[in-house]
Nanobody, 114 residues
Framework: QVQFVESGGGWVQPGGSLRLSCAVSGIIFSNYHMGWYRQAPGKQRELVAGITLGGGTTYADSVKGRFTISRDNAKNTVYLQMNSLKPEDTAVYYC????????WGQGTQVTVSS
C-alpha cells in the first residue's frame, strides 16, 4: 500500500525558508518521477515542482528561482527547499508521483505571514 508522509511545514515570516520532506513507501520510489503539489484554501491543487528519475527538475513559474526539489533514492525521500517565501505560498503541501498521482497523504501546512 502506497504511503506518502510529508513533514517540515510550519509558520514562517515573509522572506523566510522551510525545507519539506516526503517519505515514500509502497512503491519502487526510484522508478518514478516525483512532484510536490500545494493546495491553498479555496483553490485547486497545483503542481509546483517536479523531479525526474535522473534528477531533472521543473518548476511552476510562481516558485522558479525560490524553490528547489531534490530526491534521495536510497532513503525513498523527496525534498522541497523553499526560500524567499511569500504569503501567497501559504498552502498545504503534498508529494506524489508527477504522472498518475496515487492516493494522497495528509500533507504539511505551510503558513507565511507576518
Amino acid at each position: 500500500q502506497v504511503q506518502f508522509v510529508e513533514s517540515g511545514g510550519g509558520w514562517v515570516q515573509p522572506g523566510g525558508s522551510l525545507r519539506l520532506s516526503c517519505a515514500v513507501s509502497g512503491i519502487i520510489f526510484s522508478n518514478y518521477h516525483m512532484g510536490w503539489y500545494r493546495q491553498a484554501p479555496g483553490k485547486q491543487r497545483e503542481l509546483v515542482a517536479g523531479i525526474t528519475l535522473g534528477g531533472g527538475t521543473t518548476y511552476a513559474d510562481s516558485v522558479k528561482g525560490r524553490f528547489t526539489i531534490s530526491r534521495d533514492n536510497a532513503k525513498n525521500t523527496v525534498y522541497l527547499q523553499m526560500n524567499s517565501l511569500k504569503p501567497e505560498d501559504t498552502a498545504v503541501y503534498y508529494c506524489n508521483r508527477k504522472i498518475g498521482a496515487l492516493s494522497w497523504g495528509q500533507g504539511t501546512q505551510v503558513t507565511v505571514s507576518s
